[in-house]
């Protein structure tokens, strides 16, 4: 079954980058077909899309996010990740990780990771 | 940059029926949009409901249905549940490369 699970640095620095992974287990980020996705929810808010790879590696971003946003694989470690750039406070969220089934077309997501941005 | 708009909030009486709207601002919501419907407790992470305009995950209720109506994506809820009570999100594609999340629509079932 598959699962997706987000990690990485839960407190930021303004004006610093922040990073974060999604492990994928039961599934493999080779496979083709999918893709893969970073969402966030500020609290209290609702959810915005940041972007996704496809698994040739093209990659779409939000036009509002896209000068700071990168999303990359790492077949080896079979996850992916996101960096954001020069953060501010309104990038404050829960930042969620999902699979795309491009042929099925179904969504799974992980269980998101609080990020705070704060000096 | 297009706009998503859903319903701020609808209520529903135990038993009842509701539905729920998506609609665009570029227009017509079509299967090209390939609509999602997204479910939202409190506290807990979004889970599909409804993908490609009407197409139900494992886990999603038969009282839930996905369509197209009057320009907009649907999500029907027949039979409400108190445990339906929660945050409900459309998403829509624009040509596979922009995706774009409705504002929610707050459900209570009372």
């Known amino acids: 079954q598959l699962q997706l699970q987000e990690s990485g640095s839960g407190l930021v620095k303004p004006s610093q980058t922040l990073s974060l992974t999604c492990a994928v287990s039961?599934?493999?980020?080779?496979?083709?077909?999918?893709?893969w996705s970073w969402i966030r929810q500020p609290p209290g808010k609702g959810l915005e899309w940041i972007g996704y790879?496809?698994?040739?590696?093209?990659?779409y971003y939000n036009p509002s996010l896209k000068s700071r946003v990168t999303i990359s694989v790492d077949r080896s470690k079979n996850q992916f990740s996101l960096k954001l750039t020069s953060v501010t406070a309104a990038d404050t969220a829960v930042y969620y990780c999902?699979?795309?089934?491009?042929?099925?077309?179904?969504?799974?997501w992980g269980q998101g990771t609080l990020v705070t941005v704060s000096s | 940059q297009a706009v998503v708009t859903q319903e701020p909030s609808l209520t529903v009486s135990p038993g009842g029926t509701v539905t729920l709207t998506c609609g665009s601002s570029?227009?017509?919501?079509?299967?090209?949009?390939?609509p999602y419907w997204f479910q939202q407790k409190p506290g807990q992470a979004p889970r599909t409901l409804i993908y490609?305009?009407?197409n139900k995950h494992s886990w999603t209720p038969a009282r839930f249905s996905g369509s197209l109506l009057g320009g907009k994506a649907a999500l029907t809820l027949s039979g409400a549940q108190p445990e339906d009570e929660a945050e409900y999100y459309c998403l829509l594609s624009y040509s596979g490369a922009l995706w774009v999340f409705g504002g929610g629509t707050k459900l209570t079932v009372l």
């Open positions: 490609d305009t009407s």
């Open positions: 570029t227009g017509d919501v079509t299967s090209g949009h390939y």
């Open positions: 790879i496809s698994h040739s590696g093209n990659t």
């Open positions: 039961g599934g493999s980020i080779s496979s083709g077909g999918y893709s």
């Open positions: 999902a699979r795309r089934d491009g042929v099925r077309g179904t969504l799974n």
